[in-house]
Nanobody, 121 residues
C-alpha cells in the first residue's frame, strides 16, 4: 500500500506564490519519476512538471520560468514552487509517483488526492 499526501494549496492573489509538497509513504522499495499534474474545471488533467530520480526536470510551456519542481529522495517528497501565479493556474493539483514494492519489481503509478489552488485576480 502506498499513500501520496499533498499539502500547501490555498487561495492566493495574482502575482503571489505557493509551495506544494507531496509525501510518499508506505511499504515501497523505491520511487522513480515524480510529477505534478493539474485539472481545472471542465478541462482534462494536464502535466505541469516532471522530475526524474536523477533530478532532470521538464515543464509545461505554460509554467516555464514560473514553477520549479524539486525532490528530496531521503524524505520521499516532491515539491512544486509556484511563483507569479495567475488565475489560469487555478486548478486541483495532483501528485504522481512511480513506485515499486520490491527490487526488480514492476513500476506502478500512484496518485494523491489533490490539493486545490485558487488564484484570484
Amino acid at each position: 500500500q502506498v499513500q501520496l499526501v499533498e499539502s500547501g494549496g490555498g487561495l492566493v492573489q495574482a502575482g503571489g506564490s505557493l509551495r506544494l509538497s507531496c509525501v510518499v509513504s508506505g511499504s515501497i522499495f523505491s520511487i522513480n519519476t515524480m510529477a505534478w499534474y493539474r485539472q481545472a474545471p471542465g478541462k482534462q488533467r494536464e502535466l505541469v512538471a516532471h522530475i526524474t530520480n536523477g533530478g532532470t526536470t521538464t515543464y509545461a510551456d505554460s509554467v516555464k520560468g514560473r514553477f520549479t519542481i524539486s525532490r528530496d529522495n531521503a524524505k520521499n517528497t516532491v515539491y512544486l514552487q509556484m511563483d507569479s501565479l495567475n488565475p489560469e493556474d487555478t486548478a486541483v493539483y495532483y501528485c504522481n509517483a512511480y513506485v515499486r514494492w520490491t527490487s526488480g519489481g514492476d513500476w506502478f503509478a500512484s496518485w494523491g488526492q489533490g490539493t486545490q489552488v485558487t488564484v484570484s485576480s
